[in-house]
């Protein structure tokens, strides 16, 4: 998977300098490689995108096709750019990678928290306020519940975990008395 990400870095940097330089503007090409994303990320799609019977042409007709939203020519001419490289399967890794830079723009991060059990509203917030403190970055949550953490939280922010679940600390505890 790093590998993947590793050769959506490019793209997704310079699909970034683009957007910056667009007078259409970073929110409305984040929305639009959201939904690049989503439809290279469907099964079908993946499928008929690799059928070696399309010519690159036909590809991009077919990609541009299923986008809802219009397409500028600057987006039309990314998505021939990555069909001839054969790298349109790659999206979801370079939105992933879009975002990253975005949110390091805007001083933010995405923080992914899984808790063992629902967390109301008040409960996230409390949390996000004192990792914010923590990580120093505004914090955009994004909350899963895993019943397997049997307690607390484990949260990602970037490439940093702090897991204070109980399943964590249960795994400590082995490690230390088999060590």
Known sequence: MAELSTIARPYAEALFAAALDDQAGLE???GLVSELAQVASMEDV?????????NAAQRVD???GLIKTPLSAAARNFIELLVDNNRILL????????DV??????????????SAFELSDEQVGELVSGLEK??????????TVDPALIGGVRVLVGDQVLDTSVQAQLARMRDALVA
């Open 28 to 30: 409305s090409w984040s």
């Open 101 to 114: 830079l975005r949110n390091q723009r805007d001083g933010t991060a995405l923080a992914q928290i899984t």
């Open 91 to 98: 999206l979801p890794q370079i939105a992933e990678q879009f």
């Open 46 to 54: 993946r499928e008929a995108l690799t059928d070696p019977r399309l």
């Open 62 to 64: 077919l990609f541009a």
């Open 134 to 143: 923590k990580f120093g970055l505004k914090l955009k949550p994004a909350v």
